[in-house]
């Protein structure tokens, strides 16, 4: 059974940061790109980051130079450090493994940045 299961969400303040986890289980964690995504109220799902199996990073303008996706292939974990949080970075923050025909999804863990 996949799971994957975020964690390190929670309430900052503007220019604060935060870093999530994401803990894979019942995948070949290396085969896999893993990536970020978010979902504001009212919203779609957008891409934030994403960390190809071979290591090659991609991320959404809009927190470029801001976040860093990175993956510990011997834990089965991909993180997201995120700094100098904006209020527009409030969302649900999910975690994606992706390798073509098999997508999954975690639950989700929310960040709110807010004074």
């Known amino acids: 059974q996949v799971q994957l299961v975020e964690s390190g969400g929670g309430l900052v303040q503007p220019g604060g940061s935060l870093r999530l986890s994401c803990a894979a289980s019942?995948?070949?964690?290396?085969?896999?790109?893993m990536g970020w995504y978010r979902q504001a109220p009212g919203k779609q799902r957008e891409l934030v980051a994403r960390i190809s199996n071979g290591g090659i990073t991609n991320y959404a303008d809009s927190v470029k130079g801001r976040f860093t996706i990175t993956r510990d292939n011997a834990k089965n974990m991909v993180y997201l450090q995120m700094n100098s949080l904006k209020p527009d970075d409030t969302a649900v923050y999910y975690c994606?493994?992706?390798?073509?025909?098999?997508?999954?999804w975690g639950k989700g863990t929310l960040v709110t940045v807010s004074s």
């Open positions: 994606n493994a992706d390798r073509g025909l098999g997508v999954y």
């Open positions: 019942g995948i070949i964690f290396s085969v896999y790109a």
